[in-house]
């Protein structure tokens, strides 16, 4: 098992590799040289960018949710509005583009 780019915490049960987790060349690159089974992606900021669609059209097996739909949880105004948009119980919230409309809102 491999870890990009690691920890002393991952060391333990894993070898850590030198790769930056948005360095998408060089992860793609790794994982073909290692004949990598499926990757794993954990943190939100190589999802947000796109490192599923990117992996998949590259032929590479991964998990996690496609850049679109990642923005469920990179994007806090575009989850309020999908969750309004289909019903889904949230918090009332308001969207604002300037500080004026913030006050306003407040």
Not at 82 to 106: I, N, Q, W, Y
Request: charged share 25%.
């Amino acid at each position: 098992m491999f870890v990009a780019p690691g920890n002393a915490g991952t060391a333990i049960d894993a070898e850590n590799v030198p790769i930056k987790e948005t360095d998408f060349p060089e992860l793609i690159k790794f994982a073909k040289q290692n004949k990598i089974g499926l990757t794993v992606v954990g943190p939100e900021a190589p999802l947000a960018a796109g490192i599923v669609d990117l992996f998949r059209s590259k032929g590479l097996r991964i998990f996690g949710p496609t850049q679109r739909a990642a923005q469920l949880e990179s994007s806090k105004d575009f989850a309020k509005a999908f969750m309004k948009r289909h019903g889904v119980p949230t918090a009332r919230f308001v969207t604002c583009d300037s500080l004026d409309e913030a006050l306003d809102a407040l």
